[in-house]
């Protein structure tokens, strides 16, 4: 096996084991954290309520570094569902409040963070840059697009980012942050 080959199988095994530990229900032995909890979206405090609650999971968890880029990533998860989600049909409440539920589990080395919604359709998850990093640095702010940065920020801070329909209706859009030296953010090998 080449060196280029053994790179991508160990990097191909080790997202195997990322997503076992992201899929499998955890066990209580296991020394993970763990942290539900529900905000609503017509709650003025709702993303400040999500950056306290991150930072204080993690801050419990020991797991400081990563506070800053993961609260920018909940800031923009939870932003998205205020500003976009639109529950379905069947769920929505006339005169209720939009549900935001939020996970963290950090089990043992990553730490997935899901934010779910009441509405089915998928988040627009930007595919490729619309500019290379060398080139937008040359930009003024002015001809960059006023929107459309949120994912784009979750999918430079976190290891990846994606989305999965939930069996009642609305979906949950996942990241992970790959802990004590993981190639966070990097691209495949
Ligand atoms: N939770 C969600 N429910 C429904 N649609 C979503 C959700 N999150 C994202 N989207 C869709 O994906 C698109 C891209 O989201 P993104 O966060 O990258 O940009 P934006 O929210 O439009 O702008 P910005 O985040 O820069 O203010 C959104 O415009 C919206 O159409
Ligand atoms: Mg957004």
Request: net charge negative; proline share 7%; aromatic share 12%.
């Amino acid at each position: 096996m080449g060196t280029r080959e053994a790179e991508q199988y160990e990097y191909l095994a080790s997202e195997l084991d990322a997503y076992t530990h992201w899929f499998a229900a955890p066990d209580p032995y296991s020394g993970g954290f763990f942290l539900a909890f529900t905000l609503f979206a017509e709650f003025s405090d709702t993303a400040r309520t999500a950056r306290d609650m991150t930072a204080s999971f993690l801050r419990g968890a020991g797991a400081d570094q990563i506070v800053g880029d993961a609260q920018l990533v909940v800031s923009e998860l939870v932003g998205n569902v205020v500003n976009h989600a639109m529950p379905d049909h069947r769920l929505a409440r006339p005169g209720g409040c939009r549900r935001i539920d939020v996970t963290f589990k950090m089990w043992p080395k990553w730490l997935f963070i899901g934010v779910a919604d009441e509405d089915s359709t998928p988040p627009m998850l930007p595919v490729g840059e619309s500019f290379a990093p060398q080139l937008a640095g040359e930009l003024s702010e002015a001809v960059l697009p006023d929107s459309g940065r949120g994912l784009l920020i979750a999918q430079r801070l976190a290891t990846s980012v994606w989305w999965t329909p939930e069996d009642k209706g609305g979906k949950t859009v996942w990241c992970r942050f790959d802990l004590d030296g993981g190639s966070e953010g990097e691209p495949l090998p």
